[in-house]
Antibody, heavy 121, light 106 residues
Framework: QVQLVESGGGVVQPGGSLRLSCGAS????????MHWVRQAPGKGLDWVAG????????DYADSVKGRVSISRDNYSNRVYLQLNSLRPEDTAVYYC??????????????WGQGILVTVSS | SYELTQPPSLSVSPGQTATIPCSGD??????VCWYQQRPGQSPVLLIY???KRPSGFPERFSGSNSGNTATLTISGTQTLDEADYYC?????????FGAGTRLTVL
């Protein structure tokens, strides 16, 4: 069965950095684009970044552009999110999500359990 | 940037029909997905391609998209349908979510 497991979250001071990781299993990882979506406490879903199945194209939300970098390793079936220059408003649960293909191309058909990032001094 | 607008909340009685709108400019030019998120849980894909349901979700969940508004309809709402519901679409290479609608069944 498809599993996405995030790790690497925690408490970080403003201006600090953090690298999130998402391990994937149960499917052909190298066939799917992967994305990160975050959710601030008590707020809605906020798309952060996405990376094409082969890593050749990366897209970012305007709110994080220049501070965030997404990458992937198709040998270890992992996708990463490097968060730099963190701000208190980056505090959120960060979800790893799989983009479907075929008829599910427009959807995120599997989500991880999420990992909390807290930016606070 | 593209925006999707949803009402923040909706209340229905058990057995009634819940209708959750999601509006955006020329939204029917895009495909809309819907996600259900129960408290403390991750989002789950509920509707894709405007109106398709993944296996596992009952037929009482349906979707449509016309003009500037996509709609999630829950027929015969049950208490276990209490959750937050989010619409989502693509704007070029980026992803847009609506702010979410909290459905209360009481």
């Amino acid at each position: 069965q498809v599993q996405l497991v995030e790790s690497g979250g925690g408490v970080v001071q403003p201006g600090g950095s953090l690298r999130l990781s998402c391990g994937a299993s149960g499917f052909t990882f190298s066939s799917h684009s992967m994305h990160w979506v975050r959710q601030a406490p008590g707020k809605g879903l906020d798309w952060v970044a996405g990376i094409l199945y082969d890593g050749k194209k990366k897209d970012y939300a305007d709110s994080v552009k220049g501070r965030v970098s997404i990458s992937r390793d198709n040998y270890s079936n992992r996708v990463y999110l490097q968060l730099n220059s963190l701000r208190p408003e980056d505090t959120a649960v960060y979800y790893c999500a799989r983009r479907g293909f075929g008829v599910l191309l427009e959807a995120f058909d599997y989500w991880g359990q999420g990992i909390l990032v807290t930016v606070s001094s | 940037s593209y925006e999707l607008t949803q009402p923040p909340s909706l209340s229905v009685s058990p057995g009634q029909t819940a209708t959750i709108p999601c509006s955006g400019d020329n939204l029917d030019d895009k495909y809309v997905c819907w996600y259900q998120q129960r408290p403390g849980q991750s989002p789950v894909l509920l509707i894709y391609y405007d109106s398709k349901r993944p296996s596992g979700f009952p037929e009482r969940f349906s979707g449509s998209n016309s003009g500037n508004t996509a709609t999630l309809t829950i027929s015969g709402t049950q208490t276990l349908d209490e959750a937050d519901y989010y619409c989502q679409a693509w704007d070029s290479s980026t992803v847009v979510f609506g702010a979410g609608t909290r459905l209360t069944v009481l």
